[in-house]
């Protein structure tokens, strides 16, 4: 349960890690710099397999829309894929993805709109970037040195995020709520040296509670992210901000599920994470402008 006493036990017991600094990530292409306070990244979806069916876009028209609506909302960045991470959404080939992305990513950059691109593959990572994305939410553990060096050569920024296995779409098993953290924290670590070691210099750290889980949405998905998402705080020990995704629940908010980011971004500000993406920019915002009026 989280209670003032559970959350005062967290943080007596990590106080080092939860006020240790992390860098302020500067975008020289964009001139725009993000400071150790929450900003948000709002999410746009130009698959229909979706589970957020509000954050779907059928054509450019409605992408430059929605992204014009989210950034007067308040959301610092838009972020943008192709393909689901839903369990049961279809496939999308890369070259299809690159197609789909590409009109959208030039369309908000010449709206001077900070664009995320979501994606597993290199190839349209590197796309992505050559058409002006300024970030690359990276849900997958790829290896190919290309894309990080690219990244570095684009002065962009890598969000990169925690995934039990190959990709966020991996039918791999979570760790246990008890091997959580320390799983995570190695994974980080591990991919953190060669990531920086191609050079790239803007980075978040997300653990990835925001991923199907291969749980079903009903108590125990509720339990396993509310706890990752309050601790998410400790990884601030590896110098980088954290990302998180403001999960939703059915189960939990049934009719109402569009506030349910708005829950559980209050406790991603008293985590204290750097980049809070969400589906409902409107919704989330005042929490945020709350959170620095009384800083």
């Known amino acids: 349960m989280?209670?003032?006493?559970?959350?005062?036990?967290?943080?007596?017991?990590?106080?080092?890690?939860?006020?240790?600094?992390?860098?302020?990530?500067?975008?020289p292409r964009q001139d725009r710099t993000l400071h150790d306070e929450p900003y948000q990244l709002g999410v746009m979806n130009l698959s229909r397999d979706s589970s957020y069916r509000e954050s779907i876009v059928h054509d450019l028209d409605a992408a430059l829309y929605r992204a014009r609506r989210m950034t007067l909302e308040g959301a610092a960045m838009v972020d943008i894929g192709a393909e689901s991470t839903g369990t049961n959404a279809d496939l999308v080939d890369i070259a299809r993805q690159i197609d789909t992305l590409l009109p959208v990513v030039r369309a908000l950059v010449d709206e001077n709109i900070l664009v995320s691109v979501e994606t597993y593959h290199t190839e349209v990572a590197v796309a992505a970037l050559d058409?002006?994305?300024?970030?690359?939410?990276?849900?997958?553990?790829?290896?190919?040195?290309?894309?990080?060096?690219?990244?570095?050569?684009?002065?962009?920024?890598?969000?990169?995020?925690y995934t039990p296995g190959t990709t966020a779409r991996s039918g791999d098993d979570v760790p246990t709520a008890e091997r959580m953290i320390d799983e995570q924290m190695a994974f980080f670590t591990e991919r953190l040296d060669m990531i920086c070691g191609a050079g790239v210099e803007r980075i978040w750290i997300d653990p990835g509670f925001g991923f199907a889980l291969n749980l079903p949405d009903g108590p125990a998905r509720v339990r396993y992210q509310t706890d990752n998402l309050v601790q998410s705080f400790r990884f601030r020990s590896l110098g980088w901000p954290t990302c998180v995704t403001m999960a939703s629940s059915v189960y939990l908010f049934h009719d109402e599920a569009r506030v349910a980011e708005t829950a559980m971004a209050v406790l991603a500000v008293q985590a204290r994470a750097g980049l809070i993406r969400s589906h409902e920019v409107a919704r989330v915002q005042p929490v945020l402008d709350m959170a620095r009026l009384c800083s």
């Open 131 to 161: 058409a002006g994305a300024a970030v690359i939410n990276l849900t997958g553990r790829v290896d190919d040195a290309a894309l990080y060096e690219s990244i570095a050569a684009h002065e962009a920024g890598l969000i990169l995020c």
């Open 2 to 27: 989280i209670t003032p006493d559970h959350l005062l036990e967290l943080w007596s017991a990590h106080r080092d890690v939860a006020t240790a600094p992390v860098r302020s990530l500067h975008f």
